[in-house]
């Protein structure tokens, strides 16, 4: 009888997880490419479009292919809040969202079906009637196969440097600084 209730209440943690998504589902990669989001018909009003080909993410030197584009937000994190609220014009089949938990705040849209997403080739444009305390962007992506975050992942769009690029940026960092030193004795 335990082992069934705790097969239930780790169900039940995991159903209500997935649908929980917050500041911190958002994974870091080195780089999207393919996917971009430039401003249009004014200050809070963002295209975000799909290139035809070639759109990926890079993650621990790998690159995983973009198929769709199907959550569209601003983010804030390191605990701090985000207040949205939605514009006109929002493509058919898309929902709003805000959501200010898990170390940060979301604020954005969701096309949950194959017939709304952003596919390839394509762009849609996204209005926000308000916007205050954001400072990345985030994606809902699809892939072409599994990545590490399965078929289906968030992405922050502001990329994370990879333990290698950080290695060489520190030693690049103290060759200068012994390049100083030396040349200040001299």
Same mark, same amino acid.
């Given at each position: 009888?335990?082992?069934?209730?705790?097969?239930?209440v780790?169900?039940?943690?995991?159903f209500?997880?997935a649908?929980?998504?917050?500041?911190?589902?958002?994974?870091?990669?080195?780089?999207?490419?393919?996917?971009?989001?430039?401003?249009?018909?004014?200050p809070?009003?963002?295209?975000?479009?799909?290139?035809?080909?070639?759109?990926?993410?890079?993650?621990?030197?790998?690159?995983?292919?973009?198929?769709?584009?199907?959550?569209?937000?601003?983010l804030?994190?390191?605990?701090?809040?985000?207040?949205?609220?939605?514009?006109?014009?929002?493509?058919?089949?898309?929902?709003?969202?805000l959501?200010?938990?898990?170390g940060?705040?979301?604020?954005?849209?969701?096309?949950?079906?194959?017939?709304?997403?952003?596919? @390839?080739?394509?762009?849609?444009?996204?209005?926000?009637?308000?916007?205050s305390?954001?400072?990345?962007?985030?994606?809902?992506?699809?892939?072409?196969?599994?990545?590490?975050?399965?078929?289906?992942?968030?992405?922050?769009?502001?990329?994370?440097?990879?333990?290698?690029?950080?290695?060489?940026?520190?030693?690049?960092?103290?060759?200068?600084? @012994?390049?100083?030193?030396?040349?200040a004795?001299?």
């Open positions: 009888m335990k082992k069934v209730f705790a097969a239930i780790l169900a039940l943690g995991v209500t997880g649908l929980a998504q917050s500041w911190s589902s958002f994974n870091g990669v080195s780089s999207i490419v393919g996917v971009t989001v430039t401003p249009a018909m004014g809070n009003t963002f295209t975000v479009s799909l290139a035809s080909s070639g759109a990926h993410i890079t993650y621990n030197g790998t690159d995983y292919a973009i198929t769709q584009v199907f959550g569209v937000y601003a804030t994190g390191g605990g701090g809040t985000i207040s949205a609220t939605e514009g006109a014009g929002t493509p058919a089949g898309w929902s709003f969202d959501k200010n938990n898990g940060g705040g979301m604020a954005g849209w969701e096309g949950p079906s194959n017939n709304v997403r952003i596919n @390839a080739g394509q762009s849609k444009s996204f209005t926000f009637a308000t916007l305390g954001n400072t990345d962007q985030g994606f809902h992506l699809a892939f072409a196969g599994n990545t590490p975050f399965g078929q289906t992942a968030f992405i922050k769009a502001n990329p994370v440097p990879e333990p290698t690029t950080m290695l060489g940026l520190a030693i690049g960092g103290l060759g200068l600084i @012994a390049r100083r030193r030396k040349n004795r001299s």
